[in-house]
């Protein structure tokens, strides 16, 4: 079966430290990844797609980036933290394609910028 | 662009039933999702919709109406521990293979006794 597993759970960090959130999918193989943010009663906001390895997509502008060095590792990434980066970070994935399957989220990170 | 809107909060009453309405306006349609997501946790899958009609699954339901852009989720038999937001979200309709999903805000349900 597949498992997606999210790191770390909770994370202070203050203004201008950098930022590294990792996310893992085992049991499948090329899967899409996506990095959505949450903020306090908020929607979930797309910020990054993956459809392959260094295949990387951005959704809006930000401070933040990500990376995909290999096919199932899904990284999110900051070199200085800003306030408004304070949220609850998910990490999913999908199989690609357009049929029934939805997302499969991680457990998230709760970042809090001081 | 695609707009979804959903109710900000409900409340209701265990054992009742509650309906969680969603309407989306987007330039296509490619599928419909309902996921649960209880208060510090991941959203989990409830259901998808892609065709007009009914789509049952124990205690809930999810309902698709393209012509109207209009989906609800229904809850029967509640049960406290069925409080959590509830979110819609639609596949972006030209996202092709990266099969993107756009969310709605959710709705906050509160089951109470």
């Known amino acids: 079966s597949q498992t997606i597993h999210q790191w770390p759970a909770t994370l202070v960090q203050p203004v201008g430290s950098p930022l590294s959130l990792e996310c893992t999918v085992e049991?499948?193989?090329?899967?899409?990844l996506y990095w959505y943010r949450q903020a306090a009663g908020r929607g979930l906001q797309l910020l990054f797609y993956?459809?392959?390895?260094?295949?990387i997509s951005s959704e809006v502008p930000q401070n933040l980036s990500a990376s995909r060095p290999q096919d199932r590792q899904f990284i999110l990434s900051s070199k200085k933290l800003l306030l408004s980066d304070s949220g609850f970070y998910l990490c999913?994935?999908?199989?690609?394609?357009?049929?029934?399957?939805?997302?499969?989220f991680g457990s998230g990170t709760r970042l809090t910028v001081v | 662009g695609q707009n979804i809107d959903q109710p900000t909060e409900m409340t209701a009453t265990e054992g009742a039933i509650v309906q969680i309405n969603c309407t989306y306006q987007?330039?296509?349609?490619?599928?419909l999702f309902w996921y649960q997501q209880h208060a510090g946790e991941a959203p989990t899958f409830l259901s998808y919709?892609?065709?007009?009609g009914l789509e049952e699954k124990g205690r809930f339901s999810s309902f698709l109406s393209r012509s109207k852009g209009y989906s609800y989720l229904l809850l029967k038999e509640l049960q406290m521990k069925d409080s959590a937001s509830y979110l819609c979200?639609?596949?972006?309709?030209?996202?092709?293979?990266?099969?993107?999903?756009?969310f709605g805000t959710g709705t906050l349900l509160a089951v109470q006794p």
């Open positions: 999913a994935w999908s199989i690609a394609g357009t049929g029934s399957g939805g997302y499969t």
């Open positions: 049991g499948t193989s090329n899967p899409n």
């Open positions: 993956s459809i392959g390895i260094d295949q």
């Open positions: 987007t330039s296509g349609f490619n599928g």
């Open positions: 919709n892609v065709l007009d």
């Open positions: 979200a639609v596949r972006d309709p030209f996202g092709g293979a990266t099969n993107k999903l756009i």
